[in-house]
């Protein structure tokens, strides 16, 4: 895995960092920073059980707002980082999803969580997909990675159809001791692209 580590590190650098245009529209969902205004709705995302178990469990809503202030911050200062997805319909907060660090590595990872109400929707694979974009179009990495529990069989499905393949464990994960590590390269990234879309 040390394609992407050199870059990473030029990435988390703080002066040459890329940044990733925002917001991002798809036909569904916009991705944008997170705002002040989120937290309401965040905060209920974060306070069900089912919807957090495999991402370390409820919040309070304390935690929760700093949570989305996190989020909102870190993608201000590095320029890039989760979003909030934004359903274009009634421009409701759903969840987050975009690339950020993979902590305690130089490589990035997809992150992705959304409401209950939203689930089977393909909201996630589209969210996802646009994510995937930006990252490959804005950030040099020749990879981006994903670490998902062997039992979010949800979350293991989104990342197949997403492309991304398994690549070995990944320990230290919290909050278990280890997790599945799913890889998407750029270049099965840009060959999908090329099928799909034409532009790579
Ligand atoms: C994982 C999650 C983001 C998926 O969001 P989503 O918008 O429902 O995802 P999509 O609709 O794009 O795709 C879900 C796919 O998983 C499938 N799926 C759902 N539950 C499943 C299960 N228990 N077992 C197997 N597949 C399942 C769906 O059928 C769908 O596949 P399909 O399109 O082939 O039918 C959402 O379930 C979630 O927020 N979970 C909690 C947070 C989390 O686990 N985040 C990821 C941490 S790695």
């Given at each position: 895995m040390n394609d992407v580590s050199s870059a990473v590190e030029a990435l988390c650098g703080t002066s040459a960092s890329p940044r990733i245009p925002v917001p991002c529209l798809t036909a569904r969902l916009e991705l944008r920073p997170f705002c002040e205004e989120d937290i309401g709705k965040f905060s209920k995302v974060m306070a069900d059980q089912l919807a957090t178990q495999f991402i370390g469990g409820p919040k309070s809503p304390a935690a929760a707002a700093d949570s989305v202030r996190?989020?909102?911050?870190?993608?201000?200062?590095?320029?890039?980082?989760?979003?909030?997805?934004?359903?274009?319909?009634?421009?409701?907060?759903?969840?987050?999803?975009?690339?950020?660090?993979?902590?305690?590595?130089?490589?990035v990872e997809l992150a992705f969580a959304l409401e209950r109400m939203s689930w089977n929707c393909g909201y996630a694979t589209?969210?996802?997909?646009?994510?995937?974009d930006l990252a490959f179009r804005h950030?040099?990495?020749?990879?981006?990675?994903?670490?998902?529990?062997?039992?979010?069989?949800?979350?293991i499905r989104v990342l197949t159809k997403l492309g991304m393949s398994p690549h070995g464990s990944i320990f230290g994960a919290w909050p278990?001791?280890?997790?599945?590590?799913?890889?998407?390269?750029?270049?099965?990234?840009?060959?999908?692209?090329c099928k799909g879309n034409g532009e790579p």
């Open positions: 996190y989020m909102r911050d870190a993608f201000i200062d590095r320029g890039w980082g989760t979003l909030a997805v934004v359903q274009r319909s009634d421009n409701a907060c759903i969840g987050y999803c975009g690339v950020r660090p993979l902590q305690n590595t130089p490589y589209e969210a996802s997909e646009a994510s995937l950030l040099p990495v020749d990879s981006v990675f994903a670490t998902v529990y062997s039992d979010n069989r949800a979350s278990r001791s280890s997790a599945l590590l799913y890889r998407l390269e750029r270049s099965v990234w840009q060959a999908s692209r």
